[in-house]
Nanobody
Framework: QVQLAESGGGLVQAGGSLGLSCAAS?????????????MGWFRQAPGKEREFVAA????????AYADSVKGRFTISRDNAKSTLYLQMNSLKSEDTAVYFC?????????????????WGQGTQVTVSS
């Protein structure tokens, strides 16, 4: 089974930076592993629905971002290390949320939660103003 584990969350002041990591392990029943998953980051703030943050395809040749983070966040991956990253710069108080990484086995890179079959437990990011 596929397992995802986020790390790197914490408390940061507005305007600061934080980097998140997501370590992947295991494989699907068909034998697919991290280097064949599209990967995404989502976040959920208290009282709000989970929302898309960023996504990257399996080869890292394509990325997508929510408008709210474009120009401030950068998604990347290291297939040799089975690790996904999210570098967050110029953080704002509205970026405060639990951040989840997710893996998709769909053909196309997606930006909806239902595109992703595997999820981590999440890591808290708090931005103080």
């Amino acid at each position: 089974q596929v397992q995802l584990a986020e790390s790197g969350g914490g408390l940061v002041q507005a305007g600061g930076s934080l980097g998140l990591s997501c370590a992947a392990s295991g494989r699907t029943t068909s034998g697919r592993t991290f280097n064949r998953f599209h990967m995404g980051w989502f976040r959920q703030a208290p009282g709000k629905e989970r929302e898309f943050v960023a996504a990257i395809n399996w080869s890292a040749s394509s990325t997508a971002y929510a408008d709210s983070v474009k120009g401030r966040f950068t998604i990347s991956r290291d297939n040799a290390k089975s690790t996904l990253y999210l570098q967050m710069n110029s953080l704002k108080s509205e970026d405060t949320a639990v951040y989840f990484c997710a893996a998709s086995t769909r053909l196309m890179l997606g930006g909806e939660a239902f595109d992703y079959a595997y999820w981590g437990q999440g890591t808290q990011v708090t931005v103080s103003s």
